[in-house]
């Protein structure tokens, strides 16, 4: 047990002390729907088919804003305590346009019966494009602006690890490793470091939550981001347990952004939610940011006999 907690501590230390550039990472406010955004180890969820999608539009009424679409699946192996993952980001901001297809592996060791440790790895492509020929310039033909298309192509890999019992996660990762050392360029998306922790209150009650603090670093700058959840369920007999049907939960950045989210349950397995960002930078856009997020998972016989207590989408 002591080496392992060494083995994390050291991996820490390495991760942390990497070199990254100013580049900003895509923007989520849903890492708590959904944490493998940052950390691929978090695919290793028990026996079932995960799906998550969400689409993020900020600064609306702004031509040219960014629009962001994120589209996730994964599966565990409960056999080969491994899972399976691939997902598509695509990220588009006045003339430039990105894609980051990604296919991950993760691999879970367990510890006991509701609790283990989890290693993966995602490997792809980052693709990113500026289309200076739609620029429009007050004089034209301006000599000092270039109109031509830019074009980059280069892999991508993210690593991360995550300890998960009943009422805690622990997670530690790096997105954007080919880019440590690099140059900084407009082209290029820079290294990200995150760290978190949360606390989830997972015992088959009418009321569960989760709060969770996560630090975020590149280069100079650190964020801190605390949250918390909230769902609430109700109760459908001595067979199924309680059943989630509705989540209500909000973050606050040390950039000086709230988020406020709600969620509506469609089935046990099936979730429609709605998330606000509203930034309190001085001088910054005032119109909010909206994304609508769509989780769905398909479970395996074995899953079914696991959440039977009311964990359901919680428990992960």
């Known amino acids: 047990m002591r080496s392992k907690y060494k083995f994390i501590f050291l991996l820490a230390g390495l991760i942390t002390t990497l070199k990254a550039m100013p580049q900003s990472d895509i923007s989520m406010a849903t890492n708590c729907y959904n944490r493998a955004n940052y950390n691929p180890a978090t695919i290793t969820r028990d026996d079932y088919l995960y799906l998550f999608t969400n689409v993020r539009k900020q600064w609306v009424g702004v031509d040219g804003s960014p629009t962001t679409v994120n589209i996730q699946a994964s599966q565990y ?15 588009k901001i006045g003339l430039v346009q990105s894609l980051n297809p990604m296919a991950t592996y993760a691999f879970r060791i367990n510890t006991t019966p509701f609790s283990w440790f989890s290693m993966g790895l995602s490997a792809g492509i980052f693709y990113r494009s500026i289309n200076s020929s739609r620029y429009e310039a007050e004089t ?14 280069r892999p991508d890999l993210n690593i991360g690890f995550e300890y998960q019992s009943s009422h805690f996660i622990v997670s530690l990762s790096s997105t954007h490793l080919t880019s440590i050392g690099k140059p900084n360029t407009l082209l290029m998306n820079s290294n990200h470091r995150y760290c978190g922790i949360n606390y989830k209150n997972t015992d088959p009650l009418l009321i569960n ?8 670093n590149r280069q100079n700058i650190i964020i801190v981001e605390g949250s918390t959840c909230m769902r609430i369920k109700h109760q459908t007999g001595l067979v199924s347990g309680p059943r989630e049907i509705v989540e209500l939960g909000a973050t606050f950045r040390t950039s000086r952004q709230l988020t406020l989210l709600a969620g509506i349950f ?27 997020v769509i989780e769905y998972r398909i479970p395996c016989r074995s899953a079914y006999s696991r959440n039977s207590r009311g964990r359901g989408f919680w428990y992960n």
Do not use: R, W
């Not at 000092?144 to 074009?151: A, D, P």
């Open 77 to 91: 192996f409960q056999d080969q305590q491994s899972a399976l993952g691939f997902s598509m980001v695509g990220d």
């Open 140 to 153: 034209i033909d301006d000599p000092s602006i270039n109109y031509n298309v830019e074009n980059i192509l």
């Open 209 to 216: 939550y989760n709060i969770g603090l996560q630090v975020v």
């Open 266 to 292: 469609i089935t046990s397995d099936c979730k429609i939610g709605y998330v606000y960002n509203e930034s309190f930078i001085p001088g910054y856009y005032k119109n909010g940011s909206h994304e609508i």
